[in-house]
């Protein structure tokens, strides 16, 4: 598993949960301590990681990130051959995941971007939805896998691209409803109105949501724990501003 952010870490975890033999690698190797203790073994390397395991699950940060994981010295490239796949879990436009694809399979393996729909908590809780597209015989292969990360789990066809694209349509949504609700309750205060009643009465009517519900009362409070970085929704939003312009 590469990538022990605040999703890749809970992800990784439920795969040690779920009793597979998991090894892990993070750009900052401090960050691979608490999955060690609970049995993880830890690589150098993405290469290493590819070459010990025969299905390597990836959940980074930006296509940047993804690009020099895969791409850069010590690579997953590096380790990738026959009889090996890589998933690529992580949120990034369709011509990277269609860019790290190519590439893999070049090298004889195999490829299945499945990017996620959720933040820590469904990730912690194994509650992720997974957005999957490519090699439809490794998605079937890896469905146990992600059942232990997720509560659903969509192919979306062989096209790798797809995932990326719906992932990126359903961040747009998820962004665009949060600045309305932080507008909205932003707005409610300074007109003096009780931004408890907002919440009321929107979860009253037609636009009441799960997202208000948990995100609401913490907003009131003052209190913005992190379970989605902001500099990752900024990115997601100007990536789905890009896939408007391309199509």
Known sequence: FLGLGIMGEAMARNLLKGGHPVVVWNR???????????????AASPSE??????????????PAACEATVFGA?????????????VDMSTVDAATSRKIGEAVRG??????????????????????????????????????????MGKRSFHLGDDVGCGARMKLVVNMVMGSMMGALSEGMALADKAGLSQTELLEVLDLGAMSNPMFRLKGPPCMKGEYPTNFPLKHQQKDMRLALALGEEV
């Open 28 to 42: 900052t190797a401090a960050k691979c301590d608490a999955l060690r203790a609970e049995g993880a073994a830890v």
């Open 49 to 62: 990681v590819v070459q010990r395991c025969g299905v390597t699950f990836a959940m980074l940060a930006d």
């Open 74 to 86: 010590g690579g997953v490239l590096e380790g990738m051959a026959s009889g090996k796949s890589y």
């Open 107 to 148: 090298k004889g393996g195999r490829f299945l971007e499945a990017p996620v729909s959720g933040s820590k908590k469904p990730a912690i809780d194994g509650q992720l939805i997974i957005l999957a597209a490519g090699d439809k015989g490794l998605f079937a292969e890896v469905e146990p896998h992600f059942a232990l």
